[in-house]
């Protein structure tokens, strides 16, 4: 079992920076894949980024790319995501997720999960 606590979200203005920290508790996180999902208010929950075991490759949504940056910390067993030039469609519910069988955009293979953390972004 992994148990994943989401932090750092809150109330920013458009074109400032968050950071988003996963804590990950129980079974060795660093075997993991872990990936970043969002779900905005009527809408889907989507796939934002994913990172594998040891942060050496990642994959992004084309909607993030260049403002978005997942990496991780094994000796923290924490996984980032760190968020530039904020926008208002980047509000959101961001979840973080993973799973020992590596990293994906599809949200179904992931095993575990947080609750979330919120953000709202103001224009």
């Known amino acids: 079992q992994v148990q994943l606590v989401e932090s750092g979200g809150g109330l920013a203005q458009a074109g400032g920076s968050l950071r988003l920290s996963c804590v990950a508790s129980?079974?060795?996180?660093?075997?993991?894949?872990v990936g970043w999902f969002r779900q905005a208010p009527g809408k889907e929950r989507e796939f934002v980024a994913a990172i594998n075991w040891n942060g050496g490759s990642t994959d992004y949504a084309d909607s993030v790319k260049g403002r978005f940056t997942i990496f991780r910390d094994n000796a923290k067993n924490t996984a980032y995501l760190q968020i530039n030039s904020l926008k208002p469609e980047d509000t959101a519910v961001y979840y973080c997720?993973?799973?020992?069988?590596?990293?994906?955009?599809?949200?179904?293979?992931?095993?575990?999960w947080g609750q979330g953390t919120q953000v709202t972004v103001s224009s």
């Open positions: 129980g079974r060795t996180f660093g075997d993991c894949g």
């Open positions: 997720a993973a799973d020992p069988r590596g990293y994906t955009k599809y949200a179904a293979l992931y095993q575990y």
